[in-house]
């Protein structure tokens, strides 16, 4: 992994999806709010108290439904088809686990704004491909009108655009963004910072032609608003993305994608560091450019 001194990835936000889960796939669970069932995004920490815990999972359930929302009705869509340009022939290859030592190989060859482009016409670029659209996804930018429609056009294939657009543009509406307790530009309020952040932890190619590659990556994240008085405390989440990519304009894109929960590792009892102290490190730390 490369520093991203632009801050690509600086604000990841967490949203679930349903367009297979912003996807294909269809593997999002339906979250129901509190009382209603369901397990819950919130992280255990003895310090909290349910209120607090209540408050954070009802935020998570929004963003859970924003996506579900999204993805709604979109199929599948195809997935580029197996062997379409015939390199390697009609036979799509299944791939497994590989090991997750870095291969010291650059990821790309250059930038679409701040998402990463270029990436290479294997598996590896899938892969690289798929953790850094994972990053974009869930950014906290996404919930930007302006930056969303970017992120949009420079990560989705040609035929997803104008589709998935609309869709976004719906889910994330004023209405929802002031559940969130964000503005209708998707910015917390003065004092306040909203943080939505997400780390790949691995990724897995589970499907791979000459046209197209579906790449499942594990990742983790922190995400809510940091400030005085916030009712959405920062909190952590590990979950999974199922991205379909296709090979188009000589890069990869996002043919559509799903999000499920974990796998999650038992949480410690660490004190949770403070509003102020979250904010900042927001603030100081750069996002990366992921490789495989």
Request: glycine share 14%; net charge negative.
């Amino acid at each position: 992994m490369s520093p991203d001194d632009d801050g690509y990835g600086n604000d990841s936000g967490r949203s679930n999806d349903g367009y297979s889960t912003l996807g294909g796939t269809r593997q999002t669970r339906t979250r129901l709010p509190d009382g209603q069932g369901g397990d819950g995004y919130g992280p255990r920490r003895p310090a909290r108290n349910s209120r607090s815990l209540f408050t954070v999972l009802g935020v998570v359930v929004l963003l859970l439904a924003a996506i579900a929302f999204a993805n709604m009705g979109g199929g599948d869509g195809g997935d580029g088809g197996d062997g379409g340009d015939g390199t390697r022939g009609s036979d799509a290859k299944k791939a497994g686990s590989a090991p997750t030592a870095a291969t010291g190989t650059k990821p790309v060859t250059g930038k679409s704004g701040s998402i990463p482009s270029g990436f290479a016409h294997d598996e590896q670029g899938a892969q690289s491909a798929a953790a850094n659209y994972s990053v974009a996804l869930v950014s906290a930018d996404i919930l930007k009108p302006d930056r969303r429609t970017q992120i949009v056009r420079r990560v989705f294939a040609a035929g997803r655009v104008d589709e998935l657009e609309t869709k976004l543009n719906q889910a994330y509406s004023k209405d929802f963004l002031d559940k969130v307790g964000l503005d209708e530009n998707g910015q917390a309020a003065e004092g306040m910072t909203y943080v939505s952040r997400t780390a790949p932890v691995g990724t897995k190619v589970t499907q791979l032609s000459d046209s197209s590659a579906t790449v499942e990556v594990w990742c983790t994240g922190v995400f809510g608003t940091a400030g005085v008085g916030s009712t959405n405390p920062v909190s952590n989440d590990w979950f999974t993305m199922t991205l379909k990519l296709r090979w188009e304009s000589n890069d990869w894109k996002v043919d559509s994608f799903s999000q499920k929960d974990g796998p999650a590792p038992v949480n410690t009892d660490r004190t949770a560091s403070n509003a102020d102290d979250i904010a900042k490190a927001v603030e100081e730390y750069g996002g990366f450019t992921y490789a495989r």
